[in-house]
């Protein structure tokens, strides 16, 4: 299996790896816009704006970017 060093797009499906990330990391803070109902929504809205970073295949960092109209 090859192995991932870089910059991706997130999805839905990574939604497991993100939350465990931002559970585990120290300085931020969770709330009910991270359940995975209103992260999906958000990812529909901001389309195309969201980042994974991987190291080894392994989540080492996301990017959120977001439209305000």
């Known amino acids: 299996m ?3 060093t870089g910059i991706q797009e997130m999805t839905i499906q990574d939604y ?3 939350i ?3 559970k ?4 931020i803070g969770l709330s009910g816009a ?3 109902d209103a992260i ?3 990812l529909m809205r901001n389309h195309g704006l969201s980042f994974l970073y991987l190291v ?3 989540l ?3 990017i959120y970017l977001c439209i305000r109209s």
């Open 2 to 4: 090859k192995q991932i």
């Open 16 to 18: 497991e790896a993100c």
């Open 60 to 62: 080492v960092g996301t």
């Open 56 to 58: 080894k295949s392994k």
């Open 24 to 27: 585990r990391t120290p300085g």
């Open 34 to 36: 991270d359940a995975k």
């Open 40 to 42: 999906e929504q958000f």
């Open 20 to 22: 465990a990330l931002w």
